[in-house]
């Protein structure tokens, strides 16, 4: 079983709602992610924070906005989303995002926008 | 039963076979690298890793290969059982905390 838990399992929201994703860990990691991922495509990388700092962002547009109040806990902001924006969002975390490390994910959290 | 190629997306073999699940990366400072399974429905879940020191490593069932020269990284399952029926990825990350995922592998075992 992961140690990362995503709330909701599923949600679906039309293009004017606003929403949040929610993401916990207990494993004392420092760093933690969220991916974006289609359906039969590998995961990409969306946001990271390390140390409660975002240290990457992948060129993702505004209307997701990444929140990280504690070294325990990860948020993702929806707000105006189109269909496309419709797949699977998964967060890991790892011990503190420096070089090599294995991330732990979620079993995520799959968003339909209408 | 073995993938191959960089774009095959399934690979079918029967209960108690050998799986190999093959994977071409591209980026030389590439150091360490991760195999993934995916169950439908849920997140992907580690299964081993190697760093590029190292040529082997073996886990339990599983043994992953690193080839740097042709960087190519394959993940060789032992007895494989209708459980390891999943989608498989390998990722790699080159001295950060960015970890790339490859396309994945459908693997199904059929008993």
């Known amino acids: 079983d992961t140690e990362v838990t995503q709330t909701p399992k599923h949600l679906v929201m039309g293009m004017t709602n606003k929403k949040s994703l929610k993401c916990e860990q207990h494993m004392g990691h420092r760093a933690m992610y969220w991916y974006k991922q289609k359906a039969k495509k590998p995961p990409e990388l969306m946001f990271v924070y390390s140390y409660e700092k975002l240290s990457i962002n992948e060129s993702v547009p505004s209307r997701f906005s990444p929140e990280c109040p504690n070294s325990s806990l990860l948020n993702l902001h929806l707000h105006a989303l189109q269909p496309e924006d419709s797949a699977l969002y998964l967060c890991?975390?790892?011990?503190?995002?420096?070089?090599?490390?294995?991330?732990?994910f979620g079993s995520g959290t799959q968003l339909s926008v209408l | 039963g073995e993938s191959v190629g960089l774009h095959l997306p399934t690979l079918s073999v029967q209960e108690g076979d050998n799986s190999i699940i093959n994977c071409a990366y591209s980026n030389s400072a590439s150091d360490y690298f991760i195999w993934y399974k995916q169950e439908s429905g849920k997140g992907p879940q580690f299964i081993i890793d190697?760093?590029?020191?190292?040529d082997k490593r073996q886990g339990q069932r599983v043994t992953v290969l690193l080839n740097k020269t042709v960087k190519h990284l394959s993940l060789q399952i032992a007895a494989t059982q209708p459980g390891d029926s999943a989608v498989y990825f390998c990722a790699e990350s080159d001295s950060g905390s960015r970890l790339t995922f490859g396309e994945g592998t459908q693997l199904t075992v059929n008993p």
């Open positions: 890991a975390s790892s011990r503190d995002g420096t070089e090599g490390e294995k991330l732990f």
């Open positions: 190697i760093r590029s020191n190292m």
